[in-house]
């Protein structure tokens, strides 16, 4: 297996030596869109397979739902691609430019990153997402899915992989490793520094904690999204009621749903009790703090400290009064993940203050959570969300998947 | 000391609560500068205590030179605080700005980093720089010097300090480790994930090599710099011969100096001579390839493979011969460190394909590699020169010493 991995990792090194100009990278990804519409069947013959041993392997339902492919997600995943190719080539743009009083000129240019190797879980919309992506901004990627995918993940890979090859590109800019083992993961983590620039793992807690845990590169990525709602004391209560459960309800297991809200002390009995119950009405479970359990008339179950600190990922949600909009940001730097937070008011000088001192990647105002996405962003899709303090930070899409150098222009300048 | 150092993280985070506006963080710097003038005679002082016990400690000649401060070397020192002072806010600007379709307003906005651990060797001007830097920039900064030079950097963070307590500003935005003890590293490294965001390693390669084996946080910075200088057969002789004396000889012991000449063989034997000849009059020792032993008259020693990728930081330089511009790129991607190259060629076409090609940070075009510095970019000094393949890249001056986040504002948006 390691010599296996360290080829995988020569080769892609070896694919971004070459520089594939904008023209050819949307022929690549056009050929990608020909060949996933000619091979469908084979596609969904392929995932059958998975699925088939899913079932057998008694996997939960809502796990074998992602897993599936259909005609109609297929159509979503060439969908992503087209938004790619439409997409300005990230690579060699000048971001700044100037001269120095010497003369010296100095421009600072993207570049791609390098290898990227990206560790993720079932979804197979992910290696067609993140092969395009990778491969429009100049990275070599290496993907490692799910080996509930593995079929499904190694049909997608291949056919970009040929979509490659029949543009005279090295087709190594795309690998996928096609090897149940789960020493996988740990030999990717830990002995392949030389190989590859970055990890990106994509799935549930327990992969991510293991990544941070063991990981020897830089990682991009988070761990959990625990992000809050504050509806203050000027919010519009219809608003308010309508966000907040599109923030917890329209999709509860991504990680930009909203798992706590916090409610301003003096609005907290007039909005409580609608805003709460709009989501019971929804089959959302509600724990709450002394003050929410007063006002709310529905049923609701205490919470524990705990609860401040759960990124539930279902429909259940905790509730909690603060005294100002300094207290709601004080729980939530304290508490969050750096993910995404949201203030709902129609003062702006309170969401001003919100907006500039709560510390995560992404802050909102009157705007449903559910909105931190790549492609919500106009990104192209996403890599997924970072929450590192570093670049790059939140939605990780088409130019956050670049870097940069400087290039500079003397005229047999020498330094005094 | 595992208790004392969790107080200094907990404090600077603490202190990074607190966003200090522009003009104050100008006042806090012209105070600082008042302060290193009112206090010349006891810093001065304070580094005779250094000296006094480097030299019962017999450190080489050297190392006690980067050592002493006198007075042109805080005019130097003021100098650059000066500079930094000049230099516009870097935190809460609007790096971009555009509308979404459905009408959500989306901001990336910079930001500090957070808490910053910079571990350093002796030289004492890098507690000024850094400390101004850091706090310009909305970080606070955790010092860690060389125990060679504890006396005087207690000093001038002392003096920081004064002048943020003069301006009411919390004071552990610099904080100073008072401590001799190695262990204080491996203990910053391996335990203050919590309170530190970022290591900046400033020192030879043993300490850089230390912290990338044990940090457990992001390291800014680079192990190496093995800069080359091409000179292309189409270059100018004379211009060839002068740069690259200045991209060696200029100082020795800095990151930016020129440790390889690659010649063109075309031009070889017009140029090899009369480039070496040049650098060992002013008695830089040479060592060479089998070509340039073969065309350079003066004393050579043969290069070994080791050489390519020796980082002399001494008046010595290896040479080599190639067959063409591509293999100088294939030899300096492969030897090199990703730090500073540089091209001498009247070949526009030519540098062109060098820059785009070479994957360092920063590549050059008939200039001096000494030009590798924050201060010569223009970024107001530099905490380090990184050599990452992420961001922050290259000189890490007052802007790159930022995050950034982003910042949605929307109308009661939700999600389909």
């Known amino acids: 297996m390691s010599k296996y991995l360290k080829i995988i990792g020569k080769e892609a090194k070896k694919a971004i030596k070459s520089k594939v100009d904008s023209k050819t990278k949307n022929k690549v990804l056009n050929s990608f869109l020909l060949l996933l519409t000619k091979n469908q069947n084979k596609i969904l013959q392929e995932n059958k397979k998975d699925i088939k041993f899913a079932k057998k392997n008694k996997l939960k339902a809502n796990l074998i739902d992602r897993l599936v492919l259909n005609s109609k997600k297929l159509v979503s995943i060439k969908k992503s691609v087209e938004d790619i190719i439409k997409l300005e080539d990230p690579v060699d743009k000048i971001l700044e430019n100037w001269k120095r009083p010497n003369g010296l000129n100095i421009k600072k240019v993207s570049t791609p990153i390098g290898v990227i190797a990206v560790i993720y879980e079932s979804r197979p919309n992910v290696t067609s997402d993140i092969s395009s992506l990778c491969f429009k901004s100049g990275n070599a990627v290496i993907l490692r899915g799910g080996s509930e995918a593995i079929n499904t993940n190694k049909i997608l890979s291949l056919l970009f992989r040929r979509a490659l090859i029949a543009n005279n590109v090295n087709p190594n ?3 996928f490793i096609n090897d149940r083992n789960r020493k996988v ?3 990717l983590l830990a002995k392949m520094t030389k190989e590859i620039d970055v990890i990106i793992p994509r799935g549930g807690k327990s992969l991510v904690k293991k990544v941070q845990t063991i990981s020897k590169l ?6 959990e999204g625990i992000c809050h709602t504050y509806i203050d004391k000027d919010a519009d209560l219809k608003m308010a009621t309508k966000v907040l459960h599109n923030a917890k309800l329209r999709n509860t297991s991504i990680c930009g749903a909203t798992e706590t809200v916090l409610f301003h002390k003096k609005i907290i009995k007039k909005f409580c009790d609608i805003v709460l119950k709009n989501l019971q009405d929804s089959n959302c479970k509600i724990i709450g703090d002394k003050l929410t359990r007063k ?4 049923k609701i179950y205490p919470a524990g400290n705990k ?9 259940t949600i905790s509730a909690k009064s603060v005294n100002n909009c300094d207290e709601a ?3 939530i730097n304290k508490y969050g993940t750096s993910h995404t937070e949201c203030i709902i008011t129609k003062n702006k000088k309170t969401a001003q203050k919100f907006i500039k001192n709560i510390n995560s990647s992404i802050v909102m105002h009157n705007t449903s959570t559910q909105f931190a996405d790549g492609g919500e962003f106009g990104f192209g899709g996403e890599v997924g969300i970072s929450t590192n303090n570093l670049p790059p930070r939140g939605p ?3 130019n956050q998947l670049t870097s940069y150098k400087y290039e500079v222009r003397g005229k047999g300048h020498i330094r005094k």
Request: no cysteine; hydrophobic share 50%; net charge negative.
């Open 329 to 331: 940001i004080e729980h």
């Open 173 to 175: 800019f795309v690998q």
């Open 218 to 223: 830089p990682i991009i990525g988070h761990l």
């Open 295 to 298: 006002f709310f008339k529905g």
């Open 185 to 187: 993961v740990d030999f």
């Open 307 to 315: 609860d401040w600190s759960t990124e539930y990922l279902s429909a």
């Open 396 to 398: 990780v899409g088409l």
